[in-house]
């Protein structure tokens, strides 16, 4: 295997699958088997969850919220989310820990970098929830805070779409996908691949980025096992 630790990011979209709101247990599943097939094979997995399949702050905002409680709510969402996430590796036979930002003490641990990385030893895979606890941040804001803090060898950010493209695949016929970019390229072109906040701090950590298509069974041990699937950023 090419990565021996590595950080999921895994939006909340994904986890509709074909709905418009919501967890597809279905979805949860599928996931689940891609991640018992590498966890098999003793690569080191750690989880970053999303919320925006249920609740996103800047939403709220538009709607005439107050910011800091839309995005309270989003945090939330992430710990539903996880819990979904974590019900779903168990019952594909993983050990898994769920750590939160926002202390949630009857149904998760609190975040502590220490026994994150001790669990991860061990084998277990770990889900943070609630992003980073802090509002006007995001969970891609939160994987990279977390891959560097856990000492992850790669993010691996999984999408609907197969990797880093010239325009947007979904509207541009034309659109050449990457297979590798670096950090520069991406800003000088103007693409988006995370938000500007988790962009920066992957690079001035050096800490490369894998955006793949997820949702294609086998891909995510094609890209723990260092085939040249989706597009790989780094410096
Ligand atoms: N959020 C937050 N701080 C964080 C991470 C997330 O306030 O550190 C809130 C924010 O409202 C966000 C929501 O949680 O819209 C869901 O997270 P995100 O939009 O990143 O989820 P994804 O797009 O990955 O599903």
New binding site residues.
């Given amino acids: 295997m090419k990565y021996k630790r590595i950080l999921l990011k895994l ?3 994904a986890l509709m699958g074909s709905r418009q709101y919501g967890i597809d247990p279905e979805r949860l599943s599928e996931y689940a088997k891609d991640i018992k097939e590498i966890t098999d094979l003793g690569v080191e997995v750690a989880i970053v969850i ?4 249920i ?4 939403a709220g905002a538009m709607a005439g919220m107050d910011r800091v409680q ?2 309270h ?3 939330l ?2 710990v539903i989310n996880g819990l979904a996430l974590q019900n779903a590796l168990e019952d594909a036979g993983m050990k898994t820990r769920l750590q939160t ?1 926002i202390k949630i003490n009857e149904v998760a641990e609190p975040f502590i970098r220490r026994k994150a990385m001790s669990h991860l030893r061990k084998g277990r895979v770990v889900i943070f929830g609630g ?12 994987a990279v805070l977390r891959a560097i803090e856990i000492e992850a060898d790669v993010i691996l950010k999984g999408t609907r779409v197969d990797g880093i493209y010239t325009a947007d695949p979904e509207k541009d016929v034309n659109a050449v996908k990457f297979d590798h970019i670096t950090f520069d390229d991406v800003l000088k072109k103007g693409l988006k691949v995370m938000d500007t906040t988790a962009f920066t701090l992957s690079q001035e950590n050096k800490l490369p980025i894998i955006v793949f298509d997820m949702n294609k069974k086998g891909n995510l041990m094609k890209v723990v096992s260092g085939e040249n699937i989706g597009t790989k950023v780094n410096i």
């Fill in positions: 939006s909340g979209e999303g919320g925006g399949n609740f996103r702050g800047v839309g995005d709510m989003g945090m969402a992430t930002a992003g980073t606890g802090n509002p006007y941040f995001t969970t891609d804001s939160a």
